[in-house]
């Protein structure tokens, strides 16, 4: 399943995907059906394994999602880069990127917020009691790399995201793409991380 699922990841269709992993176990649960619903019920524990965290770079980007625009809010750790949170909405507003950083300190605890010049940001952090300082021409090279790297996950992110609900949509669908791809960009991260410190480690 993890397989298929990194498949799918890496930009294969439904139907290419059922046919790469052909090869491996039995006929039932291999369709594009089976593999959608592995999709949509993914879920991973571990989908934030930052452990040390210094600061949450925050950012926001627009993105089209069928006939509608929505918001793509992110927070990167600025040492190893991994991903630490997304959300999606569709306002932009102090309320929303309370809530959105209220979900970070229920994680990690309470660290400095670095954002560009929204006034949304310093209104959110005077509620929450959180110390607010804007990016570094560093660290906002980091989170805008972040960002465009998910965008450019699917070809034409940046214009358009599939979806057939229309206006009636709840955005739920897009959350699990974007769990999905936090999943597998913090797995990489990490094993990483994790080689470099064993050839630190071998090789001193």
Not at 5 to 10: C, D, R, V
Not at 192 to 200: C, P, Q, V
């Amino acid at each position: 399943i993890l397989y298929a699922l990194y498949l799918y990841f890496l930009g294969l269709s439904f139907r290419n995907t059922s046919k790469a992993i052909q090869p491996f176990g039995k006929e039932e649960g291999r369709s594009h059906v089976a593999i959608w619903k592995w999709v949509q019920r993914f879920n991973p524990r571990c989908l934030y394994c930052c452990k040390r965290v210094c600061a949450f770079l925050i950012d926001e980007t627009m993105v089209q999602i069928g006939a509608d625009q929505a918001w793509l809010w992110i927070a990167v750790e600025p040492i190893h880069r991994q991903i630490l949170g997304v959300y999606i909405s569709k306002h932009r507003n102090m309320i929303i990127a309370e809530s959105f950083l209220r979900s970070l300190i229920k994680i990690y605890g309470i660290h400095t917020v670095y954002s560009d010049g929204g006034t949304w940001y310093p209104e959110a952090c005077v509620s929450l009691g959180l110390e607010h300082r804007l990016h570094s021409p560093y660290e906002k090279s980091i989170v805008e790399r972040t960002v465009e790297y998910l965008k450019d996950r699917t070809e034409a992110f940046d214009d358009y995201y599939p979806c057939m609900r229309d206006r009636l949509c709840n955005l739920r669908h897009v959350h699990k793409w974007l769990i999905l791809f936090v999943f597998m960009h913090n797995s990489v991260i990490k094993s990483s991380i994790e080689f470099d410190d064993l050839r630190r480690w071998k090789y001193p």
